[in-house]
């Protein structure tokens, strides 16, 4: 009995809509994830108030420490992975690497860069530093926006400490830490590790937002602290601009897709609160924050960030090494995307002395449009991929969505060996979800092609519109 009392606990957010219905019907939608039970709950809990005090104060730590300590953790992590991970002790013994290699950063950038494409050359077993957890591990699969599924394995120790780099970055942003009562409001395709931490710190996921959404009401009744969205949402929050401010929300922060600080200045003019931008990956987690004077931070005790191959402009493509994942290390891992950093970088305003970023611009799909050219969120287009097509199939090698007319999708996928059995089945599923972004019914054609179109301007992109907005 105590045990279902729990359970109850830890999902009683979702219930808490209002008796809204069109608030419901979407709360409902949103995915349980697996890590959120009691159990880990409490670990998160129990770590938070450790060690929220010590993870601000790593913030603030003159360069010089924050680099020793990187070094070390990645002297370590480097060690382990060659060790114990065949796919770098093949990759690193053909190097000459020894143990014991890394005592300096620049015998660190020794290392060959590993890609996407050259990890999912290999076995999953063979990525990782125990195939036996491999089935009792936390999974993520993710198509990026490159089309080509990739598997991330974590422990229960990366799904807490994700969430404590979360927590700090929410409470960065705040007039004062949240309290243990606060709610956090997602209008996110992808919600948290946890709905709460024993009831603490809630959170009330929609994962999408539709025009006829009631989210002034909503957000009068919740009366949230924080609110974490998409960009493309930020036009559909100003209509409910006289309920936003009410409610007493304090700050926005954005993430998942590409959007200007110009843009965000805007809504956040519009809105009254301060927007903040986060920088982050399923495959890393938590990489980069904005701060109160417009620097995105690199979250160094999560991270070691390089920007290689810069430009004349000082663009160059981000190489990022996780230091909290050590089941499946991403080490020297090209992440696809493109960021500008700060030259003979001093302390920032905000008291940071941790690497900064002047901008990032990271991959960009070609975003769908409704007939009255409203805009459909990629990440939000790519969730309902991952959720369906990718969630329990390994087979399907690449994907591409094409928007053929205001009210026409088609989608070309490429598997390795048959198409999946249940295509009829999850081609109705992605067009019910589909058509709720668009709010209206769209059609859903699909094509089994032997390989994805190799056009330049398609190249490495899994959202394309073919249509001109007229």
């Known amino acids: 009995m105590g045990g279902f009392q729990k359970s109850e606990e830890i999902y009683a957010s979702q219930l808490k809509t209002g008796n809204l219905t069109l608030i419901d019907e979407l709360a409902k939608q949103a995915f349980k994830r697996p890590t959120d039970n009691y159990r880990l709950q409490g670990e998160t809990l129990q770590r938070w108030s450790a060690s929220m005090e010590s993870m601000n104060e790593f913030l603030f730590k003159p360069k010089e420490d924050i680099k020793r300590i990187q070094l070390s953790i990645i002297s370590n992590l480097v060690d382990k992975a060659y060790k114990n991970v065949p796919f770098y002790r093949e990759l690193y013994g053909a190097c000459g690497y020894i143990e014991g290699g890394i005592s300096s950063f620049s015998d660190f950038e020794q290392l060959p860069i590993v890609s996407k494409s050259l990890l999912n ?22 198509s990026g926006s490159s089309g080509k599924p990739f598997s991330v394995y974590r422990d229960d120790d990366y799904i807490v400490l994700e969430h404590l780099h979360l927590m700090r970055f929410y409470n960065a942003c705040l007039q004062q830490p949240l309290q243990p009562h606060d709610w956090i409001y997602m209008i996110h395709h992808a919600g948290l590790a946890f709905s709460s931490l024993h009831g603490k710190y809630r959170t009330f996921q929609l994962p999408d937002l539709l025009s006829n959404t009631p989210l002034g009401e909503h957000l009068l009744f919740l009366r949230p602290k924080v609110v974490v969205t998409l960009p493309s949402y930020l036009p559909i929050i100003l209509r409910h601009k006289s309920e936003f401010v009410m409610s ?22 519009a809105l009254g609160v301060p927007i903040f931008d986060e920088y982050s990956s399923e495959e890393i987690g938590m990489i ?3 701060c109160s004077h417009g620097q995105y931070h690199v979250a160094e005790d999560n991270v070691y960030l390089e920007i290689v191959n810069e430009d004349e402009q000082g663009f160059g493509n981000v190489i990022c090494t996780g230091l909290s994942n050590e089941l499946m290390p991403l080490i020297r891992y090209d992440h696809g995307d493109v960021a500008k950093g700060i030259q003979n970088q001093t302390r920032c305003d905000c008291g940071s002395f941790c690497t900064s970023l002047k901008e990032v611009n990271g991959r960009r ?27 329990t199939d390994r087979t399907l090698q690449a994907f591409r969505l094409v928007q053929k007319s205001s009210d026409t999708i088609e989608l070309l996928t490429k598997y390795n060996g048959e198409t999946n059995r249940n295509m009829p089945t999850m081609l109705e599923q992605l067009k019910i979800r589909f058509s709720s972004l668009f709010g209206y019914t769209v059609n859903l054609l699909h094509q089994e092609v032997g390989a994805l179109p190799e056009q330049k301007s398609y190249k490495r992109r899994s959202i394309v519109r073919e249509w001109e907005l007229d």
């Open 365 to 391: 799909d070609d975003a769908f449009r409704t007939h009255e050219h409203k805009l459909v969120p990629s990440a939000s287009l790519l969730a309902a991929v991952d959720d369906i097509l990718l969630a």
């Open 288 to 290: 980069a924050t904005q």
């Open 248 to 269: 007493g929300v304090e700050a926005i922060l954005t993430n998942s897709e590409s959007s200007t600080q110009l843009e965000r200045a805007y809504y956040s003019k």
């Open 121 to 142: 050359s290999f076995d999953d077993s063979i990525r990782v530093s125990d195939p036996g957890a491999i089935e009792s591990a936390h999974t993520a699969r993710t």
